[in-house]
């Protein structure tokens, strides 16, 4: 008798390479890793709850810090004063013992694409001296010198801002980040509804996570793509109705146990010396970096 493990290898696959029957791969192992991410951002905070520099600051500081360096990224006119800004946040994150290749993979894996998706355009429209002229019989493959400077500084400003975002992210756990923005007299409504939502990404890819499970568990034969593009689609809709039952369910029980419209948070923020001096550093270098590139030689 002919043994028919011989035919599908430990690895899951058959010899001749193809996966098998059923099974949704990518789908399966894109919301596994995008959900064990979240799960570890919102439930173990390990490097905001870690001794550093920022994560000795009073979040009221650290937030009004980031905005005056993302408004001063955001006005920067020059590549020198975004990597002045750039440089000043990769020593805050060094002394916030923030890992080197964390930091900088989670930032600038996207930004190139999706920053350049919006920037290509202009490299190639903005009049001005080319930087050469390639002609394909009846185009013309003409970048400007004028646009790809500004398609680099408009990338640098993405970059550094996203990175000032993730910095203050990272390094502060998410509670006190919503405290910190009520402080600043941000919208209750507006507050609440990032929360809520921050805390219940991670339950829904959960859920669809073992929806995907018990699919791969109950499927033994060959389905059509026809077939499998209705399961995803019912999926969905599944997902979106659980959504709003949760939503009703988590409200009463909400009002049930006297919600008011308020978050409260029994942290108490206390600013320093050495907190006023952090921000007025970032004031400083924000300032030196919108200047930088506007003062004549």
């Not at 949704?24 to 799960?39: F, K």
């Not at 955001?74 to 994150?93: E, F, P």
Request: proline share 5%.
């Amino acid at each position: 008798m002919t043994s028919t493990s011989a035919a599908v290898p430990a690895s899951g696959r058959p010899r001749d390479g193809r996966p098998r029957d059923g099974r949704i791969g990518w789908l399966e192992n894109t919301l596994g890793g995008i959900t064990e991410n979240i799960e570890r951002a919102i439930f173990t905070e390990h490097h905001a709850r870690s001794r550093g520099w920022l994560q000795a600051r009073d979040p009221r500081a650290k937030m009004i810090g980031s905005l005056v360096a993302i408004v001063a990224a955001s006005l920067a006119g020059s590549v020198a004063g975004l990597a002045l800004l750039y440089a000043a946040t990769l020593a805050a994150a060094h002394a916030s013992r923030v890992p080197f290749g964390f930091f900088v993979k989670r930032v600038w894996l996207g930004i190139p694409f999706f920053a350049g998706i919006v920037v290509v355009p202009a490299i190639f429209f903005v009049p001005g001296p080319r930087l050469f002229d390639l002609p394909l019989g009846p185009l013309h493959i003409a970048p400007s010198i004028n646009g790809l400077e500004g398609a680099a500084i408009f990338v640098s400003r993405v970059g550094v801002s996203v990175s000032l975002a993730v910095l203050l992210v990272v390094t502060t756990p998410w509670a006190d980040v919503l405290k910190s923005l009520r402080s600043l007299k941000v919208p209750q409504v507006f507050v609440l509804v990032l929360s809520m939502t921050y805390r219940y990404i991670f339950l829904f890819l959960h859920t669809a996570n073992g929806i995907l499970l018990a699919r791969k568990s109950r499927v033994v034969g060959k389905t059509s793509g026809g077939e499998q593009r209705r399961w995803i689609t019912g999926t969905m809709g599944n997902l979106m109705s659980r959504a709003f039952k949760m939503s009703n369910d988590v409200y009463a029980a909400m009002l049930a146990r006297g919600f008011s419209g308020e978050v409260r948070s029994f942290a108490t923020y206390r600013l320093r010396a050495s907190d006023w001096v952090a921000l007025a550093g970032v004031c400083t270098v924000s300032v030196a970096a919108v200047l930088a590139g506007r003062l004549p030689p």
